[in-house]
């Protein structure tokens, strides 16, 4: 963790009050931005804020899926709290998402993932991470569009799950929904990240900046 570090939440001052996206002002609880270490070399981007991650104010916490991905990086030594954590400890690891605010109704639009995007642009510069790992389609697609040479509908989540994806600056380990996620598939997870990432030195994979 950077040791000018104060906050885990939203450590980077983001409009916490946001209204670019006046539908869906009415219908949130809050603003959920990015949280975690800021000198993360691993980078987690879903979707959106869950219910249960909107009412903690934290991506990727509360019961079912928040819970999963915790415990998953629990077991590679990412988080150092119990999946359960409404604040999670955490080092070397950002969560974040594609959009920021929850609509308690639908999936977000595409409108509503433009713009955001510059609150993830944002984080992604400023910790300038080494892997990224997007969870679910519609982040791997995203995410392809931008740092890949490859065609985002060339991209099926399902078949890329636990593999590492070439990006411009840094590597996409793709992980699947974790609600849909079985035991077995998480299990290849954390087995491609211990064997195939976290096993090598992949910071010369890419000629990565002095921190």
Same mark, same amino acid.
């Given at each position: 963790?950077?040791?000018?570090? /104060?906050?885990?939440?939203?450590?980077?001052?983001?409009?916490? /009050?946001?209204?670019?996206?006046?539908?869906?002002?009415?219908?949130?609880?809050?603003?959920?931005?990015?949280?975690?270490?800021?000198?993360?070399?691993?980078?987690?981007?879903?979707?959106?804020?869950?219910?249960?991650?909107?009412?903690?104010?934290?991506?990727?916490?509360?019961?079912?899926?928040?819970?999963?991905?915790?415990?998953?990086?629990?077991?590679?030594?990412?988080?150092?709290?119990?999946?359960?954590?409404?604040?999670?400890?955490?080092?070397?690891?950002?969560?974040?998402?594609?959009?920021?605010?929850?609509?308690?109704?639908? /999936?977000?639009?595409?409108?509503?993932?433009?713009?955001?995007?510059?609150?993830?642009?944002? #984080?992604?510069?400023?910790?300038?991470?080494?892997?990224?790992?997007?969870?679910?389609?519609?982040?791997?697609?995203?995410?392809?569009?931008?740092?890949?040479?490859?065609?985002?509908?060339?991209?099926?989540?399902?078949?890329?799950?636990?593999?590492?994806?070439?990006?411009?600056?840094?590597?996409?380990?793709?992980?699947? #929904?974790?609600?849909?996620?079985?035991?077995?598939?998480?299990?290849?997870?954390? /087995?491609?990240?211990? #064997?195939?990432?976290?096993?090598?030195?992949?910071?010369?994979?890419?000629?990565?900046?002095?921190?």
């Amino acid at each position: 963790m950077d040791a000018n570090q /104060e906050q885990f939440r939203n450590p980077f001052g983001m409009d916490a /009050e946001c209204e670019n996206c006046p539908e869906l002002c009415g219908e949130r609880e809050r603003v959920v931005h990015g949280y975690g270490d800021v000198g993360a070399e691993f980078l987690v981007v879903g979707t959106g804020p869950t219910a249960a991650a909107e009412e903690n104010g934290v991506p990727f916490t509360g019961a079912g899926g928040g819970e999963r991905v915790q415990s998953i990086f629990g077991d590679l030594g990412f988080v150092r709290s119990p999946p359960d954590a409404t604040e999670p400890d955490v080092q070397n690891l950002f969560f974040t998402d594609l959009t920021r605010c929850r609509h308690p109704d639908r /999936e977000p639009t595409d409108r509503e993932v433009d713009t955001c995007e510059p609150f993830l642009n944002a #984080e992604i510069r400023m910790i300038n991470p080494q892997i990224i790992v997007p969870v679910g389609q519609r982040p791997l697609r995203e995410l392809a569009v931008e740092y890949t040479t490859r065609r985002p509908d060339s991209f099926d989540v399902d078949a890329e799950h636990a593999t590492t994806v070439r990006g411009r600056g840094f590597e996409l380990v793709p992980m699947k #929904e974790p609600a849909t996620m079985t035991d077995d598939e998480a299990d290849a997870f954390r /087995e491609h990240m211990r #064997e195939s990432v976290l096993s090598r030195d992949y910071r010369q994979t890419k000629g990565r900046q002095n921190r």
